[in-house]
């Protein structure tokens, strides 16, 4: 599933006229990157949820026909949060455990990584698998601890010898995770993974490739020289 729901409050002007994940980067707008990406590392079904202006994504990616997959799309009349959102997809989900993927951020990740804990997850214990990340420059307190691929929360075992690491974005997730998330109504993601952490039932990975939270105008530009130089090159 890519979630694709958000105003992007933050990249407006931008986003009054575009859905923040059509907006382009390296000559591709953010959500092709990782369509290609997941389609490269064998998922032929993607879910893609939308609120604002989401009829633009419904027409510039239609049924993923021309990308190589098969998309189905979950329509909001209001962005639902993260949780909300995947909660009222799951109807369009036929999988017990499922990636998902934030659609505004840019990521060289490998997705076909996933595979391992997608395996994992239904027999076992845990209830979802974290990619983490460096911290950004904008988010310097980090979220989670990693530690011999088990995550904690903060606070919970914090010592000198521990560093918290950002959520990316990318996770893998046990439909059971949502079963009390109530449907079309707002819910975030964090509380949810908290009490998985808390209850030792989340399993992580660390990923130091590139990694943009493609959050301001700025950073969007910035991204998109880079990725332009690094092709043109």
Known sequence: M??????????????????????????????????????????TRIVINHAHLGQQIEAALGNGAGFGVSIAYSREVSALETAGGIATALPLIDAEVFAVVNGDIYCEYDFSRLAGPAACLPAGHD???????????????????????RLYNPGSRLSAHDSLLTFSGIGVYHRALFADTAVAEKAPLAP?????????RVSGEHFDGRWVDVGTPARLATLDGELRQHHAA
């Not at 002007?13 to 959500?31: E, N, S």
């Not at 949810?192 to 030792?200: K, Q, Y």
């Open 2 to 43: 890519i979630l694709a729901a958000g105003r992007g409050e933050r990249m407006r002007p931008l986003t009054d006229h575009t859905p923040k994940p059509l907006l382009v980067v390296g000559g591709k707008p953010l959500i092709v990157w990782h369509i290609e990406r997941l389609c490269a590392a064998g998922f």
């Open 127 to 149: 209830r979802a698998h974290l990619v983490l990340v460096d911290n950004p420059p904008q988010h310097p307190q980090g979220d989670f601890v990693l530690d011999a691929g």
């Open 192 to 200: 949810l993974l908290r009490w998985a952490i808390d209850a030792g």
